[in-house]
C-alpha cells in the first residue's frame, strides 16, 4: 500500500486540487477505517490550504497542511524574495514525514506543474524525483494535451519521478466526442508508456463530496494504491 501520492499536472489550471478533492472525498466515504491527510507542500497566496480546511474534517493545523505560506499568488521563489524569505525545504520534508508518521496515507498537492519553480534550482520535478514520491500527473481535456501528456512525461522520466499514470480532467464541459478526440487514452498510452487511469468529468459544484466520492472511484485506484479493506 502506496503511504502517499503527490498529485501534479501539466500546468497551474489542470485540474489538481479537483483530483485531490475527489480523491480526499473517496477516502472519506468509501474507506472510514484510513487516517488519512492532506499537503500542501508550499502555498503562495489564498487557495487550497483554505479549501481543504473548509470542506474536510482533517485534524491538522494550518502549517501540517501547508509549512511553507507565501502572501503573494507568486513561483514561490519570487514570493520568497519579496517577504525577503528563502524556500527553505527542509521545514516542508520534515512536515510531511512526521504526516505521514502519524497518518495511513498522505494526499500532496503539488504547486503549479510538474516544471513549475520550486526554488531557484529545483521544479516541481527535480521535487519528486529526489524524494521518491509516488505521483499522478493530471492533464487537461483541451487541444494541444497530447503534447503536454508527452513532453511532461519526458520531465518526469528526466527527472527519475515515480509516475504511476495519467488522469485525464475536463476543466470545461467536454462532449464524449471532444474528449475522444483531444485526449485519446490509447494514443497518449502509446505515446507515454505511462496508464491512463481515468477521466474526471466537468463538475460545476465541487462541494459535493458524495459526487466527488463516486466520480474518483470510476478511476483505476484500486490497482493503483492497492488498498484491502
Known amino acids: 500500500m502506496l503511504k502517499s501520492l503527490l498529485i501534479t499536472g501539466t500546468d497551474t489550471e489542470a485540474g489538481k486540487t479537483v483530483l485531490t478533492t475527489a480523491l480526499a472525498a473517496y477516502y472519506q466515504k468509501y474507506y472510514p477505517q484510513l487516517s488519512w491527510g492532506i499537503m500542501k507542500p ?4 489564498i487557495g487550497d490550504r483554505e ?6 474534517s482533517l485534524n491538522q493545523s494550518a502549517e501540517e497542511i501547508t509549512p511553507l505560506y507565501f502572501q503573494a499568488p507568486l513561483a514561490p521563489p519570487v514570493a520568497a524574495a519579496r517577504e525577503n524569505r528563502r524556500v527553505d525545504l527542509a521545514v516542508v520534508w520534515q512536515a510531511l514525514s512526521e504526516l505521514q508518521k502519524r497518518r495511513d ?11 513549475s519553480p520550486v526554488t531557484e534550482e529545483l521544479t516541481v520535478a527535480d521535487l519528486a524525483g529526489e524524494w521518491r514520491l509516488p505521483t499522478v500527473l493530471v492533464v487537461p481535456v483541451r487541444l494541444g494535451a497530447i503534447a ?23 476543466v470545461q464541459p467536454r462532449s ?11 494514443l497518449i498510452q502509446s505515446l507515454t508508456n505511462t496508464p ?6 466537468y463538475l460545476d459544484n465541487l462541494d459535493d463530496l458524495d459526487k466527488l466520492a463516486q466520480v474518483a ?8 494504491i492497492k488498498i484491502k479493506n
Open 42 to 45: 508550499i502555498q503562495s497566496g
Open 51 to 56: 479549501w481543504y480546511q473548509r470542506l474536510f
Open 105 to 115: 496515507f498522505v494526499l500532496i498537492e503539488a504547486l503549479g506543474g510538474l516544471g
Open 148 to 170: 503536454q501528456a508527452v513532453a511532461n512525461v519526458a520531465l518526469a522520466r528526466q527527472t527519475k519521478v515515480n509516475l504511476k499514470g495519467i488522469v485525464l480532467n475536463c
Open 176 to 186: 464524449d466526442d471532444e474528449i475522444a478526440d483531444w485526449t485519446p487514452s490509447d
Open 196 to 201: 491512463v487511469l481515468g477521466c474526471l468529468p
Open 217 to 224: 472511484s470510476n478511476l483505476d485506484w484500486e490497482t493503483l
